[in-house]
């Protein structure tokens, strides 16, 4: 099972791209759980995720994340804007499981 870990600054408007990325995710017959959560919880939720995706919103926020990240073992980025905006779940959990990937080798 693949765990993607999805940050913003409320974990609100991640969650419709939860949504979008599940319904891609069970298309392929990949088993995944993927969450949303509010940048003060992303530190702890980390340490249960194959990879942090953060919200454009909070691109600031990247390498003080990418501490915990270094951590706890896990690759993270900043979700590309437009398919943020566009709320495409399928480019979103393409760049997840590519940065698990690339990580792993």
Known sequence: MVKILLACSSGMSTSLL???????AKERG????IWAVAQDKAPEDMK????????PQMRF???KLAVTAEEVGIPLDVIDPVAYGRV??????????????????
Do not use: P
């Not at 939860?18 to 891609?24: A, D, F, W």
């Not at 249960?48 to 919200?55: H, R, S, T, W, Y």
């Open 88 to 105: 495409n779940g399928k480019a979103v959990l393409d760049i997840a499981l590519e940065l698990i990937g690339n990580y792993n080798k």
């Open 61 to 63: 926020m990247k390498k």
């Open 48 to 55: 249960k995720a194959d990879v942090l995706l953060i919200g």
């Open 30 to 33: 990949l088993d995944a759980e």
């Open 18 to 24: 939860v949504q979008k990325m599940e319904v891609e």
